[in-house]
């Protein structure tokens, strides 16, 4: 979504979060550079069953597309894993959740479209 956060930096808010959650924190994995790619997170979604879950940085490093997330979404609840989002602090673990994020994905992607200013509000 047009942000960017190094990678040093997005391992210390991992940890930090991890910590304060009291997470077993094993390593970190990172994702290619290439725009749309997500093979170390579909590799990592294949392993679900010998994880306790993931800790991503933020909620929208995940695929735009809807569908797409819908599948690592499933792919999470199916294996009985969590997935954290450190940055906006949320954990998914249930359909429930599903919702609430792709809540704030409306609302993330909407955003830009709201006017700055409202006329009569100075």
């Not at 590799?43 to 994880?51: I, V």
């Amino acid at each position: 979504m047009g942000e960017r956060a190094a990678q040093h930096v997005q391992n210390i808010i991992i940890s930090k979060y991890a910590e304060r959650q009291k997470l077993h924190y094993l390593l970190s994995a990172t994702e290619y550079s290439m725009p749309n790619c997500y093979m170390i997170l579909e590799q990592l979604l294949g392993d679900l069953a010998q994880l306790e879950g993931l800790i991503c940085y933020s909620l929208f490093m995940l695929p735009t597309q809807s569908a797409e997330r819908e599948a690592i979404y499933r792919a999470v609840i199916e294996a009985d894993a969590s997935m954290h989002f450190a940055v906006e602090g949320l954990v998914l673990q249930s359909g429930q959740d599903i919702e609430r994020m792709e809540a704030l994905w409306l609302m993330r992607n909407i955003l830009p479209h709201c006017p700055r200013e409202l006329p009569g509000w100075n």
